[in-house]
């Protein structure tokens, strides 16, 4: 049911119950016409008094029944509003879940969810590491002091969770065999009730989500089914989380293999943390989203990856050194982290005038950041020794490219706006990067 279905569900059943009340009232109101003609007919039959008292006893059972309908009409509607609530809590919680990406930010939401949802004072996430039990966070009156901690895992109501795999609902802990009293004693807090369900993939148990002392009341059934709802959810969460932290991980490891290998092979180190350097100030400028920024950056990083299949000692024409940029994008376009930058590369040597390479596009028609790392390539090509190394071979045996300094370079990327560069682009360099950012 999404949240916005709730009020309208909710008004449903109590239109209901209301048609209910009005059929007991019209029945209890028939009942009492037929009595009513029924002692009619038998009046000379019946004292007066009696006919009163049966009157009078009528009457008080008709209203009672009426009483009696609409309060239990009232209860049903009152605990069908509460379960609707902690209903859309759950759906808000999970779905917030759902699009944090980070994990520490992941497993914050996964305990505020968990104590909206139950109304509990505290609540804590545990990891299983071994043969323990990490508190990996904890918020709450008892939060403070106990992330990091590790209990052993046959120990503690949630040692018993994680070991069974089934929750467990205690509303006296200091009653509980398995209650385990150090953490109290850490925290000078003083555990009630618990509430704790295990944090399962698959066949596999990961962990347990504990939540202590509900307030103004005991943990209830429907506490339990909601959140070893929420439960599973947090864990699927959790996993997703950690394959997209693998992922990254792995792809900023591989991506700074891939800039050593190209810079040793091209020799021009440095170049690549230059370009990006100059461009994302060009983008700030320009207005770019964070998103943009970043595969920005990334195509800024690896712009010359395809110099790795460029073998430069049978480099003997300026089309074998053109060839790296569609090498470039033939080596990750087919990595699926790298597929949405890979056109970026392919086309960072194309020129606003449309006489650029490998596909000679025009104006608009290049992709923006293929715009910026041009100006940002062409600047640093001018203006930093190692950058000229491999042009120079393609130059000629005697002529050795002159470096430019920074105020040569933006002279030249003036004179070029229109014709080898996008100008407005030019313009948010002139606005953006200064000399002092060559230095950075």
């Known amino acids: 049911m999404k949240t916005s279905d709730r009020k309208p ?18 029945v209890v109101f028939i009942a009492m016409l037929l009595v009513v003609r029924f ?5 000379g039959y019946i004292p007066v008094r009696s006919v009163i008292t049966m009157l009078v006893a009528m009457a008080g059972l008709g209203i009672a029944s009426v009483y009696l309908s609409k309060a239990t009409a009232g209860k049903a509607i009152s605990a069908i509003e509460h379960y609707s609530e902690k209903l859309a809590t759950l759906l808000t919680a999970t779905k917030g879940m759902h699009e944090t990406g980070h994990s520490d930010v992941l497993l914050e939401s996964i305990i505020d969810g968990a104590m909206r949802i139950t ?16 508190f990996k966070i904890a918020k709450g009156a008892r939060g403070a002091g106990l992330a990091g901690l ?11 969770v994680v070991e069974r795999g089934k929750p467990v609902r205690v509303n006296d802990a200091g009653e509980d065999v398995r209650f385990y009293p150090e953490v109290d004693r850490i925290t000078n807090y003083e555990t009630k009730s618990v509430l704790c369900v ?29 959140l070893a709802y929420f439960a599973g959810q947090a864990a699927l ?36 943390r230059r370009v990006a350097r100059y461009s994302l ?19 800024c990083m690896l712009h010359d990856i395809g110099f790795l299949k460029v073998r430069l000692d049978e480099v003997r024409a300026v089309e074998d050194y053109r060839a790296h940029s569609k090498a470039g994008y033939e080596m990750l376009q087919p990595i699926n982290f790298y597929a949405d930058i890979a056109p970026l590369i392919l086309h960072h040597h194309e020129r606003w005038d449309g006489t650029g390479y490998p596909s000679g596009l025009k104006g608009q ?47 030249e990327l003036r004179r070029n706006a229109g014709m080898q560069f996008d100008p407005e682009v030019v313009t948010a360099f002139l606005n953006s990067v200064t000399e002092e950012d060559m230095a950075a």
Do not use: C
């Open 9 to 26: 569900a909710v008004e449903f059943i109590k239109r209901k119950i209301q048609v209910l009340n009005l059929t007991v009232l019209l």
């Open 39 to 43: 002692m009619y007919e038998f009046m």
């Open 119 to 134: 109304g509990a004072d505290g609540g804590s996430l545990l990891l299983v590491e071994g043969d323990w039990l990490a």
């Open 150 to 160: 590790k209990i052993p895992l046959s120990q503690g109501i949630a040692g018993w």
């Open 198 to 226: 295990p944090l399962r993939i698959r066949a596999q148990t990961i962990g347990a989500l504990e939540l202590i002392n509900k307030e103004g009341g005991e943990f209830t059934p429907d506490d339990e089914e909601l």
């Open 237 to 272: 969460s959790m996993e997703k989380t950690k394959f997209y932290d693998d992922e990254k991980n792995y792809k900023i490891h591989l991506t700074n293999i891939l800039i050593e290998a190209a810079e040793n092979i091209s020799e021009k180190r440095g170049h690549a």
């Open 281 to 299: 100030l060009m983008a700030e400028a320009l207005g770019l989203a964070d998103e943009e920024k970043n595969r920005l950056y990334q195509a």
């Open 365 to 411: 028609g290049i992709p923006l950041a293929s715009r910026i790392i041009a100006v940002a390539e062409a600047f640093d090509a001018m203006t930093s020794k190692g950058s000229y190394k491999m042009t120079g071979r393609l130059i000629g045996t005697n002529t050795r490219p002159s470096l430019a300094g920074f105020g040569s370079a933006v002279q």
